[in-house]
């Protein structure tokens, strides 16, 4: 075999004084890097394997590992830096498109970070959250246009089928397959027992997280995988995959070899078939097909659950949206360009779709502008690190959040971006029993349910300091906005008054 | 039960079947339909529906169990992820039928349209299969990952071909058997055209032996002609598309 020309990403820094040789990092490794000599019990690393997981890191009794990035090697160069030329050594060895996990790593703006939001001084009181209530519960679904009462003060007028949530926080598309059944146990309890919701992603539900039904948002994706009407059924919502903001207008792609024999039996395919996902649904062409298909799934479900679309954003998202809303969705998802996934081409993660503040800001104004915002809920998703990120999404217009990454960081993953290999030394993204163990559900739930509850302080915390005790007072708020380092017409777009106006 | 659908629209119409199969009633004599969409529609018990007149988009539709005979043709979207049932169509089909079809059978005696039994599967014991008596459009078969697409061309004129351009392109499971020949240009990457074996004949024979029965055809008759098998040159089709 030649001599490989790819660049070590990173060095893996071994302190002799500290080591004892112990091999935790030899077995702790899945990706060959950390390696024991069977003679001599030595242990030693190939760092061109390394992928950063920090898992050898972490494990380490005696704290004698460091794993950093390398500094740019050889001559600087600011355009062909070492890892556009790493990514061309690699297309020049292997002749295949660049593949990649989690959402896209350039530093795009983050508009989240030129917003900021209000606080009560003076004229208004703050409210505090530890002695008043406070309600974050928020409920998606169309809502009527009017409430009629007959003359005992009785509702007349049908609700449509809602979502409860206790947070305006839901777990993110993540399918059996992509994640394993460990992870996908951890966010399914977390959510039902924190009162929110998990997305099923388009891999089905597996057998025994048929019990958590009640609070999964099953998905209909483009393969139609694990769908039948027993799936639909045992659902809180259905969702029809159109887009990920990971991979905008292309498909998705499980290799057989992650088709073990219970990820078969989950999306009902053949053990060891990959799992293939065409780009786009082939009965959806157009608008009014896709009305057809969120009537077939309301036929099937017996008007009984909310149809939410997802789609990523991309140019003309506000159009789609609407369109989405006007063909009968009850929830319209976008995920922005920041949006995660199991395995992407890099390419396309990292240069494809919008970043979602844009697409929320516009999308929301134009719905409120046409007078159908009521008719369908907004759920964002791409990039939501923490609870503030939250709060000025609902204050754009969102009436609830999804969390992928947050979610799987919470269980423990370290970022590596490696989830496409299937050898996640942290048992998240893997199907290999040796490192799925490393997951334990019980605590999985534990520290999920933790990260919640830690959101929902801060946001009541957020909300109290605005004068408001209820989150409903928030949505759709751009009052309590302002905006620096953004040109006017960012600006306009949020719909956003700079900062000191 | 008998039920006028005239007049109706698909909500009432479906809650009328769904409630009634919850009373115990099987059977269905549906009159006077006139393209009302969904019928069928996530229905999961074996019932009989027989529809008279034309029934609209996606019929069949997540079905799973029930036997439905239609009096003549059908519009788009047929048997669309249906996992199981019965669907007899004495006349023509439109476009998108069986998609992402894992079980269950539909018949159909004439002509089909475009995109017909695009990624069926099959999984276990549950082999969709799709029987068009006449030909069909473009990308017949695209995705197709699992079951069988058998096309007759009965009836078909000389030199029309059987299947559209982009036949079985991006296959990687399941087959395809085509009573004459689709022409070469037509057939999609990634698919191979093979002599069918004296397995597949038996296979074929008793896989028609209901169609036949059901649309009135002759067994003997149909197998007279030669076949063709289509199938995926690869299981695999993405495999060497990544650098990892």
Redesign the interface.
């Known amino acids: 075999m030649p001599l490989s020309l790819i660049p070590a990403e990173f060095n893996v820094q071994r302190d002799a004084d500290l080591c004892i040789e112990c091999g935790v990092c030899t077995r702790q490794c899945a990706h060959g890097c950390q390696n024991i000599d069977p003679e001599d019990g030595s242990v030693s690393s190939d760092e061109k394997l390394c992928v950063g997981c920090q898992r050898c890191v972490t494990l380490c009794p005696t704290g004698a590992l460091q794993v950093v990035q390398r500094a740019e090697q050889g001559r600087y160069h600011a355009v062909w830096n070492t890892g556009a030329r790493r990514a061309i050594a690699?297309?020049a060895?292997?002749?295949?498109?660049?593949?990649t996990g989690m959402g896209a790593d350039k530093p795009f703006p983050l508009y989240w970070d030129r917003l900021f939001l209000n606080a009560s001084q003076v004229t208004n009181p703050s409210i505090d959250p530890l002695r008043e209530p406070m309600e974050l519960r928020t409920f998606l679904g169309a809502k009527p246009d009017k409430i009629e009462f007959d003359q005992q003060g009785k509702p007349l007028t049908k609700l449509s089928p809602q979502l409860e949530l206790e947070i305006p926080v839901i777990f993110s598309a993540m399918s059996y397959g992509s994640i394993s059944l460990s992870a996908a146990m951890s966010l399914a309890r977390a959510a039902a027992e924190s009162g929110t919701y998990f997305n099923t992603g388009e891999g089905g539900l597996h057998r025994s997280l048929a019990q958590y039904g009640s609070n999964a948002i099953v998905q209909?994706a483009?393969?139609?995988f694990g769908?039948?009407?027993?799936y639909?059924e045992n659902s809180a919502a259905v969702e029809i995959k159109i887009g990920q903001g990971a991979k905008p207008g292309i498909g998705g792609?499980l290799?057989?070899e992650k088709v073990s024999a219970d990820v078969?039996a989950t999306r009902?395919?053949?053990q060891g078939?990959?799992a293939?996902s065409?780009a786009p649904h082939?009965?959806i062409y157009s608008i009014e097909d896709l009305k057809?298909l969120i009537?077939?799934?309301k036929?099937?479900?017996?008007?009984s659950k909310p149809i939410s679309v997802k789609i990523a954003a991309v140019h003309n998202v506000v159009p789609i949206a609407s369109g989405a809303v006007r063909a009968g969705a009850d929830i319209v998802a976008m995920d922005g360009v920041r949006g995660g996934s199991g395995a992407t081409?890099t390419m396309i993660r990292d240069n494809v779709g919008i970043p979602i503040e844009l697409a929320l800001g516009a999308v929301d104004a134009q719905l409120r502008k046409d007078g159908i915002r009521h008719r369908a809920s907004l759920v964002v998703a791409g990039g939501f690190r923490n609870s503030a990120d939250v709060m000025k999404a609902i204050a754009l217009g969102a009436d609830a959040v999804y969390i992928g990454t947050a979610a799987l960081i919470g269980l423990g993953c370290h970022m590596c971006q490696k989830c496409?290999?299937g050898k996640c030394t942290w048992g998240i993204a893997t199907q290999d029993p040796y490192l799925t163990k490393r997951l334990n559900p019980e605590i999985g739930v534990r520290r999920l349910k933790n990260l919640l509850r830690a959101w929902g302080l801060e946001m009541k915390e957020m909300l109290g300091g605005m004068g408001m005790n209820s989150i409903d007072s928030l949505r759709g708020n751009r009052e309590m906005l302002r905006g620096i380092d953004m040109t006017e017409q960012e600006l306009e777009i949020l719909g956003v008054l700079p900062a000191g106006r | 039960m008998r039920i006028d659908a005239t007049g109706l629209d698909h909500r009432t119409l479906n809650e009328q079947i769904k409630t009634a199969i919850a009373a115990g009633e099987t059977e269905f004599d549906l009159a006077n339909v006139c393209g009302t969409r969904y019928i069928g529609c996530g229905i999961d018990q074996e019932v009989d529906i027989r529809i008279e007149g034309i029934p609209g988009n996606d019929l069949a539709a997540f079905m799973s169990g029930p036997r439905i005979h239609c009096s003549g043709s059908v519009q788009d979207s047929v048997a669309n992820t249906m996992n199981g049932g019965l669907v007899v169509v004495p006349g023509h089909a439109g476009d998108v039928l069986g998609y992402s079809m894992r079980g269950g059978r539909v018949y159909v005696r004439e002509n089909a349209g475009y995109r017909i039994g695009i990624h069926m599967k099959s999984y276990l014991n549950q082999e969709p299969t799709i029987i068009i008596g006449g030909r069909a459009k473009d990308f017949a078969g695209e995705y197709m990952a699992g079951g069988k697409l058998i096309i007759l061309g009965l009836d078909t004129p000389s030199g029309e071909p059987l299947a559209g351009r982009y036949c079985g392109s991006g296959m990687h499971g399941g087959a395809m058997y085509v009573r004459g020949e689709v022409p070469e240009a037509h057939i999609g990457k990634g698919v191979s055209v093979e002599e069918i074996t004296a397995e597949d004949q038996e296979m074929l024979r008793a896989t028609l032996k209901p169609y036949c029965e059901a649309l009135g055809l002759g067994v003997e008759e149909i197998m007279g002609a030669p076949f063709q098998k289509l199938r995926a040159t690869s299981t695999r089709p993405h495999g060497q598309l990544y650098a990892y």
């Open positions: 690699r297309q060895e292997s002749g295949g498109m660049l593949l209909v483009s393969g139609r769908v039948t009407p027993a639909l792609h290799p057989g078969s009902m395919i053949p078939a990959d293939i065409p082939h009965d057809q009537y077939a799934l036929e099937a479900t017996g008007y081409p496409y290999t």
